[in-house]
């Protein structure tokens, strides 16, 4: 359900032998929800208001990132048995119109990614970050190619639990933080949280506070 100035509106069901697992405003009224069978649709704008079902996309969808600038939405793919889990890339506009054949483009690079997350700078510059078992990989968009294109990867010493951006670069987490650049794309491990003292610190009171 959404909820706006006190006033809650149920915005979808499915049926018992489906679930919700993400959801997603992409465009003004256009709500886009992922499920374990695939990715639907519903038109807030419309009388009507039904759940319309994206045909072609048929894994789970666990998350759901709508990418205002290029009009495009990055689907967090599991695996369904059949197919490995990876991050699909999808026009907003078709999806919000419901058209049939809708090209679902898979990011390369991106196989068996179970965390990935997506920001654009103050400057204009758009970047996603995904992570698989011991392996990021940090992308930058290319308006002339369309897409995006891996600018650096490294491994980790275990998996990565968090991705944060700030407007210069991205931390990743795992037993200890990464610090991406965005300039250079360069990696530099700090904060070791598996370090006695810095785990102290930590768990502190008056740090957990100042979050």
Known sequence: SSEQEGIKELVATVPPENEILSMEHAQ??????????????RDLNSGKGELRRIEGIEAPIHKIVYIESTQTLLLGCGSDGTTMSQLMM?????????????????????????IFAAHETKSGNL????????????????????????????????????????????????????DIDLKTFAAEEFLDTSDHAIKKILNDPEFKGSE
């Open 28 to 41: 003004p009224g256009i709500v886009v929800i992922g499920t374990i069978k695939g990715l639907f649709v």
């Open 90 to 114: 999808v026009d907003a506009r078709s999806v919000a119109s419901a058209t049939r054949g809708i090209q679902v483009e898979p990011i390369p690079e991106t196989a068996d990614a179970h």
């Open 127 to 178: 970047f996603m970050c995904a992570a698989s078992k011991h392996m990021v990989s940090i992308f930058a968009w290319s308006p002339k190619r369309v897409e995006f294109v891996i600018r650096n990867k490294f491994s980790t010493d275990t998996y990565t639990k968090c991705i944060y951006f700030t407007d210069s670069s991205v931390l990743v987490g795992t037993t200890k933080f990464y």
